[in-house]
């Protein structure tokens, strides 16, 4: 007894109340290096010279998402930015206070690694050319698995340099740009897109706010004057702001909407004519500053046509669409990555968690969506670095990908959260962990750049119904996976029924409107099966090279809990099934001969 008081006393863990009963979480790790799926994408998707560039960039990035960067998360989640709307004067200042944590990640992802800037110009990380999209995506999977709040300044940034590059006057690009894909503190600009207002969220052609034009300056930038509110201001107090406006007495509707870029200073240095009213007190996404804003004579430049502002900003939508589903598939990794810390590292009832059978299901409903969100990430950043240069029909391809990926993976985020959560148990739903965050941040996703529904219907309405996109997918599916040596013909007949079913369904469903309601049930169809599709080649060509063919076990999966009739009554017990929870449960790779006898 008195041996047990002094261990006590002294904080150690004997005894039997010691803090080694509580389970370790991932903390700590370099999120690079224990993630094999992830490199062993890139070693599929990424040509060979760029991933040797790119991989110590990656294992310092990894290195920082388990450590400094997650700890500064911790922290600026529990001190969120403050609003102070005037200073001593009386003057309205309106600025917005953050804690040293936040401006330290800020330092991380535009200062070191120029994330807002990597995807414009060269010189970033050493590359010589502005990064593929393999790697800025890269770059956001492994940050966001610390830090999910910051991505989001982070990627507005990106995507209003971008429509201010490709749309913006050379006078006005001349004005900005380079201060925007600056990292220099100094001279850096932040940027940031407002489009939410009272009347016109998911439908933007009701948007209310109001452009007058002045005239062309001296220095050949058109200016104009916005009147109006916007309503869901994330990064509040960016340095630019791409915003749409209606010019007074253009056309109602998104027709009639003007794109404009809004500086937050004006070039003598004095405040423009708009106010940060207030901040969001928001469920998740704390450490990042939303706001609600009021225009009240903001001087801002036309970017590109007046009256093609909307098609203009939807190419910036669409970007940050694509950046959703790759931070969904990185929160998914982390919650995955936790949920096997904790099931392995706890003891009930005599032994480990995982060796549970109910929660070994529960870990595989964890796994599938993750390992189905990396491969959409890789191979729609894998297409888009295609388009970028010139295919056209990867531009097709990108089309009806990014809205499908947005759409399945940002609702998967979700129930992938609750579970990790659940399998850390009680402790998981205390703020000191990590998992309580996750579920409080994966809830946006399914919010921003457009709910489930706006996402759905942009996929079978337009990318389906109007450009045909389910044939252009089926096709570079089966381009992929068919002339693969390692993959038995009898699974790519399953493969080739499954993604010929499929497409026939989003046919149909966007045919004729009495089946609109159908449409969520169309695009996530198009995901499963796509992913499928890539879970099996990757699968097979890794296996091929010697390497972990789990993969192609995931790919069955899929068919068959995402794509197969099931009767929820019966007891029939699929005897592979239980050899493929076995094996992808285990870190030993999976061998080729192995995976492809279980396919059968």
């Keep these: 007894m008195p041996d047990m008081m002094a261990n006590r006393a002294r904080g150690t863990n004997e005894g039997p109340h010691g803090a080694h009963h509580i389970a370790p979480d991932v903390h700590g790790q370099n999120f690079y290096a224990v993630d094999r799926q992830f490199q062993d994408l890139m070693s599929l998707y990424m040509e060979p010279g760029l991933r040797a560039a790119m991989t110590p960039h990656f294992q310092r990035l990894g290195e920082l998402a388990g450590n400094r960067l997650d700890d500064l998360a911790i922290t600026a989640d529990k001190h969120p930015p403050v609003l102070q709307p005037r200073d001593r004067f009386g003057r309205d200042e309106d600025w917005i206070d953050y804690h040293p944590s936040y401006r330290e990640m800020e330092k991380i992802a535009f200062e070191e690694f120029g994330m807002h800037a990597m995807s414009h110009r060269a010189g970033v990380l050493g590359m010589t050319a502005p990064a593929h999209p393999l790697v800025k995506y890269g770059i956001t999977y492994l940050f966001v698995q610390g830090e999910f709040g910051l991505m989001c300044p982070v990627s507005v940034s990106d995507t209003s340099n971008f429509v201010i590059k490709r749309y913006g006057s050379e006078p006005l690009k001349k004005l900005l740009l380079d201060r925007l894909l600056s990292q220099d503190p100094a001279v850096m600009l932040k940027g940031t897109q407002f489009m939410t207002e009272k009347a016109g969220g998911s439908d933007v052609g009701a948007i209310e706010t109001e452009a007058e034009r002045v005239g062309v300056g001296a220095d050949g930038i058109e200016r104009w004057k916005l009147h109006g509110q916007k309503w869901f201001c994330s990064h509040a107090d960016a340095d630019v702001v791409v915003l749409l406006a209606r010019p007074r007495g253009a056309a109602g509707g998104t027709r009639g909407l003007g794109m404009f870029a809004m500086p937050r200073r004006l070039e003598d240095g004095s405040r423009n004519s708009y106010r940060i009213v207030r901040l969001k007190d928001k469920l998740g996404t704390r450490s990042m500053a939303s706001g609600e804003i009021v225009l009240d004579g903001a001087t801002a430049y036309l970017v590109g046509d007046a009256e093609q502002g909307f098609k203009q900003m939807m190419e910036q939508v669409n970007l940050s669409r694509l950046s959703h589903g790759v931070r969904a598939a990185s929160m998914m990794r982390r919650c995955l990555n936790e949920a096997l810390a904790a099931a392995r590292g706890r003891r009930a009832f005599g032994k480990p968690t995982s060796e549970y059978p109910l929660l070994r299901r529960q870990l595989m409903k964890i796994m599938l969506p993750t390992e189905q969100a990396l491969s959409m990430f890789a191979f729609s950043a894998d297409t888009m670095g295609k388009a970028d240069k010139g295919d056209k029909d990867a531009a097709n391809l990108l089309r009806i990908l990014t809205p499908v990926y ?25 703020e000191e962990w990590v998992t309580a965050r996750l579920v409080r941040d994966a809830q946006i996703g399914t919010l921003w750049e457009g709910t489930s529904n706006i996402n759905a219907l942009d996929v079978v309405q337009r990318a389906v119904g109007k450009s045909g996109g389910h044939k252009t997918l089926s ?20 493969l080739g029924a499954t993604l010929d079913r499929v497409e026939r369904f989003a046919e149909a469903v966007a045919s004729d409107p009495k089946h609109e309601q159908r449409s969520r049930m169309a695009a996530g169809a198009l995901y499963h099966a796509t992913t499928a599709a890539l879970l099996a080649w990757e699968g097979a060509t890794l296996g091929a090279q010697g390497g972990d063919a789990r993969r192609l076990l995931l790919s069955r999966l899929v068919i068959e809990h995402r794509l197969a009739p099931q009767d929820p009554l019966s007891l029939n017990e699929s005897s592979w099934e239980q050899e493929a929870m076995d094996l992808l449960l285990d870190d030993a790779p999976v061998p080729l001969a192995k995976a492809m006898a279980l396919l059968s």
């Excluded at 993976?409 to 009680?426: K, Y």
């Excluded at 096709?475 to 399953?494: D, H, M, V």
């Design 406 to 430: 947005k759409f399945r993976a940002c609702r998967d985020n979700i129930p992938v959260a609750s579970a990790a959560l659940e399998v850390r148990g009680g402790i998981g739903y205390i």
């Design 475 to 494: 096709a570079a599916l089966k381009a992929k996976y068919e002339p693969s040596g390692a993959l038995p013909g009898q699974f790519k007949g399953l």
